[in-house]
């Protein structure tokens, strides 16, 4: 009988979730909230929320200034929860499933799963990042318009840098280059929010909300004694100006994003979410942001709790409000917002100017204007969750953003028809979890590399050499017994969540435990050099199989997301030609001995400092930023350019002289006018010489001859991708902006150009360019 009440239980539990409908407010059937004028979608939504907003008591918007917000019955509004996560497709955190505003739990009980974002962005592909964006947007809405959704508002994309390689969350990151992370920000919020490519198609309607985080210079999360609730990050003018702040500014000025997360840490003495110059003066006032910001879940309470900078919990409240932040992932403002009131900290406008944002933006996802059905986005159904074309897209980022980072005597790809046998050695080898990263949701499917590869060679054997990643004990003599009995052996080895993922820095860059033990002992007694496939987020110093001549081939393949065992397999057998290259330095182990904690860009040669990311960093290299081989062999050639000769000059112009000496002139000097007028294009005609076709991203850079006052010694300008066939050729055409691609911070923040000669560079191919200012 027992059996029979839970087998009722679930059929009504599914018979609800079929029937189920999103909440919004303002139904046209109840005649007491339609008459209200925020129901009146012919208003401007400012006007709607001036309204809703006045008709709110005290109470009532303090309660909404959290990211749980609880329903308004009097009014018809329903509640809402802010946290909402799609950072590589609809997410789900289980242990905070109460919290989040979207849930599998009814018609749709996944969604498709893209390669972890440091994957996708070795593709250089802005146009994928859009089609992933895309499709995560229109999952989302579909999963809404199921009824499993009370919140529509996605705390993606992460475009913090990639600074330092044990940083746990690096993963998350585009990585460690402004110009792509900006780009990726751009690309990802256009596509989720429902506007185009290009942008200026968004409009008033929203398909779903992006927001990107965590701002700012957050990139540590636990590291020797500290952690990201208490670091305050000392960062200086000139890092801020170049590094730090670009990918925000990207993302609010050009993809129009709708949110911003305020970051737990401090910057200079500030905390993130107290800082008036940050949230209103710079992302609102200098920029023109429009959306909301919210804090990282508890990050207002830490700024009195832990990192004593506020005087009391009301003070905290005061500060962040004040500063511009919204909305608290945390209890804080519903705890102690009426008492900041009462001791006149804080006035109801302070907490008005708040909900206006807030609720602007639930408005704008269309949860104000009646029943979703007939309007903007309401006819996408949940046969658009998991379709075969989404698959499809999650097969291709993983395609192309596999970096093949060895290939001794070409030994990939291995030939289908001469492959007899094959040993996959390994403990990410099937492992369908780890092929996903952190911030997953469930995925539609999964194929581990190990039911990848047995999809080209029937008589396959898998051993996983270690119990765990962490590999405290190998079974080295069983892996080598079995790669002695094959005619080919790939291991898969790398990282998993338990190594690195938030909060949980890395201390080493080396492999886990007895992982290289592992490798070069099943490499040593194979009949042929052996395959090394790395899963992994950050770099790993894998010197050691760069120059061991058992190890013919290394492959990254970050964490390729649900069909990652598909891609692996397409490249290892020739079936797909490998294009991705690497968006971050890998660094040696003697790394570590730099402190996590420091956050200067440039190199300090004095005091033995290197400096961080390939712009600044002048240490040892395993692997180098934009590094990625081919099944084909890549030329450039430089064919024109509409002036290499920019004059940045006008009658009265003073040269400013700095000691180097080098003339230069700030861009605001510049105006606008004369930064428009100096654009200018660039094209580079690409052959592949190889005899596959391929995919390939040709990254432009700049040099400039003479460094000092931390100038980089070579920074991106561009990328682009080109498909051709063997033997083809193609051009490409950069749209250089001398003003942003050819300026530098100074030390004192601010962006100036330098007369005299710069250089463009692709590959081995150098174009010169001469500045008078």
């Known amino acids: ?135 995560t947007g229109k999952e989302a809405r579909a999963i809404y318009n199921a009824g499993q959704a009370i919140g529509m508002t996605f705390w993606a994309p992460n475009i913090n840098i990639f600074r330092d390689p044990r940083w746990g969350r690096g993963q998350e990151t585009p990585g460690e280059d402004p110009l792509v992370t900006g780009r990726y920000a751009v690309s990802f919020v256009r596509g989720v929010q429902g506007d185009s490519f290009q942008g200026g198609a968004l409009g008033e309607h929203l398909q779903a909300s992006a927001c990107c985080k965590h701002f700012t210079a957050y990139d540590l999360d636990k590291w020797n004694g500290t952690n990201r609730f208490i670091f305050n990050a000392q960062v200086t003018l000139q890092d801020l100006a170049d590094t730090y702040q670009p990918p925000f500014r990207s993302c609010i000025q050009e993809g129009k994003a709708s949110g911003i997360m305020c970051a737990y840490n401090q910057v200079n003495g500030v905390p993130n979410c107290a800082d008036y110059n940050l949230l209103s003066k710079t992302a609102r006032g200098q920029w023109g942001f429009q959306g909301y910001i919210t804090s990282d879940c508890d990050a207002v309470s830490i700024i009195y709790d832990d990192q004593g900078y506020a005087k009391s919990p009301e003070d905290a409240v005061a500060d962040v409000l004040k500063a511009g932040m919204d909305v608290n992932c945390g209890n804080y403002l519903k705890n102690y917002t009426k008492s900041a009131v009462e001791k006149k900290k804080l006035t109801e406008s302070d907490v008005d100017r708040a909900l206006h944002n807030l609720f602007s933006i639930r408005m704008r996802l269309g949860l104000f204007n009646g029943n979703p059905a007939p309007l903007p986005y309401g006819n996408i159904g949940p046969n658009q969750v998991c379709s075969q074309k989404h698959q499809d897209l999650a097969l291709e980022a993983a395609r192309d953003g596999i970096v093949l980072l060895k290939n001794s005597n070409q030994l990939l790809p291995l030939s289908k028809l001469k492959t007899r046998s094959l040993a996959i050695i390994g403990p990410n080898a099937d492992n369908s979890t780890i092929l996903l990263g952190n911030y997953a949701g469930p995925p539609c499917k999964t194929v581990t590399p190990l039911q990848g590869l047995k999809g080209y060679i029937k008589n396959t054997r898998y051993h996983p050499g270690c119990s765990t990643v962490a590999c405290s004990s190998a079974a080295i003599d069983q892996a080598v017994k079995m790669a002695k009995g094959a005619d080919q052996v790939v291991l898969v080895m790398g990282l998993d969540q338990t190594q690195e993922r938030e909060e949980q820095d890395r201390v080493d860059l080396v492999l886990p435990g007895n992982q290289q033990k592992l490798i070069t002992s099943v490499a040593q007694a194979a009949k042929k050099p052996v395959v090394l496939v790395l899963l992994c987020g950050g770099p790993v110093d894998t010197s050691f199989a760069k120059y061991d001549k058992d190890i013919g081939s290394i492959l990254w393949a970050g964490y390729p997301g649900e069909a990652g065992g598909i891609a692996l397999a397409e490249i290892i057998f020739g079936d797909h030609n490998p294009g991705g290259r690497l968006p971050m330095t890998w660094y040696p182990q003697e790394f570590t001995k730099v402190p996590m904690t420091d956050m200067r860009m440039r190199s300090q040669p004095s005091s033995g400092y290197p400096g961080r990311t390939y712009r600044f960093y002048k240490g040892k290299k395993v692997f180098e930023f934009g590094y990625g081989l081919s099944y084909s062999n890549y030329t450039y050639e430089f064919v024109s350019a509409t002036q290499n000769n920019i004059y940045l000059r006008s009658l009265g112009d003073k040269i400013v002289e700095n000691s180097n000496p080098i003339s230069y002139k700030t861009i605001s000097e510049l105006g606008a006018e004369l930064c428009e007028k100096s654009k200018f294009s660039v094209i580079v005609r690409v052959k592949n010489q190889g005899k596959m076709s391929g995919k390939h991203p040709v990254l432009l850079f700049v040099k400039q001859p003479k460094l000092g006052e931390g100038r980089p010694m070579k920074k991106l300008v561009g990328f682009q991708s080109v498909k051709l066939n063997a033997g083809e050729n193609g051009e490409i055409e950069y749209k250089i902006s001398p003003c942003e691609h050819l300026s530098r911070a100074n030390e004192e923040g601010l962006m100036v150009i330098d007369e005299g000669s710069q250089f463009l560079l692709v590959g081995d191919r150098e174009y010169p360019i001469n500045i008078t200012v």
């Not at 027992?2 to 005649?31: G, H, R, Y």
């Not at 208003?43 to 749980?68: G, H």
């Open 1 to 135: 009988m027992k059996m029979k009440i839970q087998s009722l239980c679930i059929i009504l539990l599914f018979i609800l979730a079929e029937t189920s409908q999103p909440p919004f407010s303002c139904d046209s059937s109840n005649p007491s909230t339609k008459s209200y004028p925020f129901c009146q979608t012919s208003l401007p939504i400012s006007q709607r929320v001036q309204d809703l907003v006045f008709r709110l008591t005290l109470d009532e918007k303090i309660s909404q200034l959290v990211d749980t917000a609880p329903a308004i019955p009097r009014l018809g509004i329903p509640a809402y929860e802010w946290w909402s996560e799609a950072l590589h497709g609809v997410a789900f955190l289980p242990e905070v499933s109460q919290r989040q505003g979207i849930h599998f739990n009814g018609t749709i009980a996944s969604a498709t799963s893209f390669p972890q974002v440091i994957l996708t962005a070795a593709s250089f592909d802005a146009y994928l990042w859009y089609r992933i964006g895309q499709v």
